[in-house]
């Protein structure tokens, strides 16, 4: 593909229009933590590929026609892991579950969605329970990235940081895999925290911070971790985080974390994607626009919808040409390299 002609692809997408069969089944198992004889069986599930065709075509695929997008990574709904319901046979199941959901689009729109997994966390669980979930989506489903999440109690944040050796039988598979991590947390069981307008925004700085302070890379130097949302309050405050890494003896941001770490363009508005692109370094920020996510409703100041970043890479003035082909492809490319390897399988 020509850097005229980039190949725009999203890799920050979530299946929220799944059948309404998904959600019926996940209040039945919840129910089931009352009373373990009412447990459903995964089995009973049935959800139809028409069902899942109709989903996608009249949601998702129809966006991403009427916007110009391509290809999309495609991972289970970020809200419904709610890793803190239940304990980890709960999220297991579950995670089986949409993983499954994820793949089964995967296959039915090859040339548009290919996945990225969920994993079956529980609060105070070791995360190499996670392993076989996560090597049966790389190995099985062909997945090319996973979501983790840094606070699986749902707002409570009583998991070690980022950087702790808790998280590294994670980071090795990661690394065995070639395959980055998207941060990202889930439903706030905290009402504190709104769930996608605080605990989203105060995961991703979080995050970002927890890094900063540590030497996680120091150990992992082929680690890559995609801070989602813009990365928080990340780029807005980078003096700070730069400041704060002086402070604390760091080496600069640059060298610290920025071969590791890259951020998304799930910003939505304008002066905020100008901001991103012109506080962070091209190499570290991969288009996404998380349609159909949090905000789904029209900007009244522009009349398009809010979650059409699109329109905003293509309008900063922050960006040649060459570094919008980066942005839209190239940068995927690099932090998703089985996403690489399966597209020039294809031949594209």
Known sequence: MSQAQPLIIDVHGHYTTAPAALGAWRDLQIAA???????????????????????????????????????????????????????????????????????????????????????????????????????????????????????????HWNSPPLTDRHWYPIYEKMVEHDIPAMIHVSTSCNSCFHTTGSHYLNADTTAFMQCLQGDLFKDFPTLKFLIPHGGGAVPYHWGRFRGLAQEMKKPLLDEHLLNNIFFDTCVYHQPGIDLLTKVIPVKNILFASEMIGAVRGIDPQTGYYYDDTKRYVNATENLTDEERFLVYEGNARRVFPRLDAALKARGR
């Open 33 to 155: 933590l009352k009373d373990p004889s009412q447990k459903p069986d995964p089995k009973a599930l049935k959800i139809s590929d028409d069902e899942l065709r109709e989903s996608i075509e009249k949601n998702q695929l129809r966006l991403m026609k009427e916007r110009g997008s391509d290809l999309t990574i495609f991972s289970p709904r970020a809200s419904f892991m709610a890793h803190h319901i239940g304990d980890f046979e709960t999220s297991s199941t579950w995670a089986a579950i949409c993983n499954e959901l994820c793949y089964r689009v995967s296959q039915l729109f090859p040339d548009n969605f290919i996945g990225a997994a969920m994993l079956p966390q529980s609060p105070g669980v070791d995360p190499k329970t996670c392993i076989p979930e996560l090597e049966r989506c790389v190995k099985d489903y062909g997945f090319v990235g996973i979501n983790l999440n840094p606070d699986p109690s749902g707002g």
